[in-house]
């Protein structure tokens, strides 16, 4: 049976009929046409998928749409604002911290959450922080970089 | 998506949770965080008809203090846990052990009661709480009932709660004066899961060990406690040969699990490097 489920998503008001079965990560980029979050192992392990859910960074494939309702989401298309890039975005352009970009919304999206609850965090923090989300070209190091620039930003 | 069909409820409150499972009958599954039940479901392991949300009843959302009791509500995650003000300052240890489970994400999700009712054999958790001498609150339409943490894990993915019950809340007695705790683990170097996980409480009184739990995870099919070791340190003055001695007995009268992580051997070797470890942490802050 279908639910009907309704959700503020990068601000905007969406609704839509979906079986329960249908996972959050799923609903966002094909009911929603937001294919910015990606899939990358559907296991919980990747964090390709992560999206905030109420603030809270979430791997949005073992999630349910239907548990969605009434959400506030943020996906990287929520992260620029007036044509201007997020800080983040901003640092992993300048710092070089992508290579193919698979990963690079799940790890930008899980910084979000990183630096709200820790606006300077050290290197080892960082990379504490990431630990949910795999990169499998950069090695990491760029990565790092590109959440510290960010984060000397926004200081 | 998941590969088959099946009804969601949402239950508002633990009545409609009960009735809405005594509906369902034993296709029904409760869903709090879904980080154990949906992945299950996605490799048809656990095929439910009915997934019952009970992630919106707020009163299993808390965590407080009564008297000389920490209460931590069931949908209560692993992030609020670890960053708990309440849990750093009374049950140290059990915050430690929330910070090391998955990753944020997961942490953000995951809640300490679907934790401990799945008993997956290398959680955090089941450790930390058995050297805390937990309480497990499981409430069904005909009651309520405590279970003490050792009696609740009983085999690989076994607990000691029956049909119709739901764990509502975990409670922990606050540590008190002269009382150290710790949790390290030895992760998998892939999944981050104990390969041997370690929680100690312990109580000096005159530089003597008047109080001693130690709780292990990962190491068996479920937590157990190191009861040798707990009974050769007791009354003893903790000195570097009390405690080395001590914990070459803390797998003793376990079978330990053998995989590709670690053979049962090794895990008897990580058992007492661990155990030692972790009880050197938990003296030092026990004489603060």
């Known amino acids: 049976m279908k639910h009907s489920i309704s959700m503020t998503v990068n601000g905007k008001e969406y609704s839509g009929e979906v079986e329960p079965r249908v996972l959050l990560v799923h609903f966002i980029r094909d009911h929603l046409g937001l294919t910015g979050t ?10 390709a998928c992560t999206i905030l859910m109420d603030g809270a ?39 070089h911290g992508l290579q193919c970009g698979f990963c690079t919304p799940g790890m930008i999206m899980t910084s979000v959450e990183l630096l ?19 990169c499998r070209c950069t090695g990491y190091h760029n990565i790092v970089k590109a959440v510290q620039y960010a984060a000397s930003k926004q200081a | 998506m998941i590969p088959y069909s099946f009804d969601y409820k949402v239950a508002d409150s633990l009545e409609e949770a009960f009735s ?10 409760l869903l709090a965080g879904g980080h154990t039940l949906i992945p299950a479901m996605k490799l048809r392991l656990s095929e439910p008809d009915t997934v019952i949300d009970i992630s919106k009843i707020s009163d299993l959302n808390q965590i407080t203090k009564d008297g000389d009791i920490l209460v931590v509500g069931a949908l209560t995650n692993h992030a ?32 300490i009661g679907g934790n401990i009712a799945h008993a997956d054999p290398a959680s955090d958790y089941p450790g930390v709480l058995l050297s805390l001498n937990a309480t497990v609150v499981a409430k069904s339409d005909s009651g309520s009932r405590s279970i003490a943490i050792d009696d609740f894990f009983t085999a690989l ?8 019950e739901i764990i509502t809340e975990i409670q922990i007695p606050v540590l008190g004066e ?14 981050r899961y104990a390969v ?12 003597k060990c008047t109080a001693c739990r130690i709780g292990i995870t990962g190491a068996a099919d479920h937590a157990f406690r190191a009861s040798v070791t707990e009974e050769v340190l007791l009354g003893s003055d903790l000195s570097t040969d009390d405690i080395e001695a001590a914990c070459q007995h803390a797998a003793e009268g376990q079978e330990l699990l053998s995989d590709l992580a670690a053979s049962a051997n090794y895990r008897v070797h990580l058992c007492s490097v661990m155990v030692k470890r972790a009880i050197n942490i938990a003296v030092e802050r026990a004489i603060g």
Request: with cysteine.
């Open chain 1, 38 to 47: 990606h899939i990358g192992c559907d296991t919980t392990q990747c964090g």
């Open chain 2, 178 to 191: 002269g009382t150290g705790s710790a949790y390290i683990k030895f992760p998998n170097p892939a999944s």
């Open chain 2, 157 to 164: 993915f076994e607990t000691a709660l029956t049909e119709g």
């Open chain 2, 80 to 111: 609020t846990v670890a960053r708990s003000g309440d849990v750093m300052t009374y049950c140290r240890s059990l915050g430690e052990a929330a910070g090391v489970i998955g990753d944020p994400q997961v942490r953000n999700k995951g809640t």
């Open chain 2, 20 to 29: 809405l499972l005594s509906e369902a009958g034993e296709n029904g599954a």
């Open chain 2, 196 to 207: 041997v996980g370690v929680g100690v409480v312990i109580t000096l009184t005159d530089g």
């Open chain 1, 57 to 95: 960074a979430i791997k949005s494939c073992t999630v349910f749409a239907v548990q969605a309702e009434g959400a506030q989401i943020t996906t990287i298309e929520g992260m620029a604002s007036n044509g201007e890039l997020h800080p983040l975005q901003e640092g992993f352009h300048e710092e």
């Open chain 1, 116 to 134: 709200n609850q820790n606006p300077n965090p050290t290197e080892a923090e960082i990379r504490h922080g990431l630990e949910g989300n795999y």
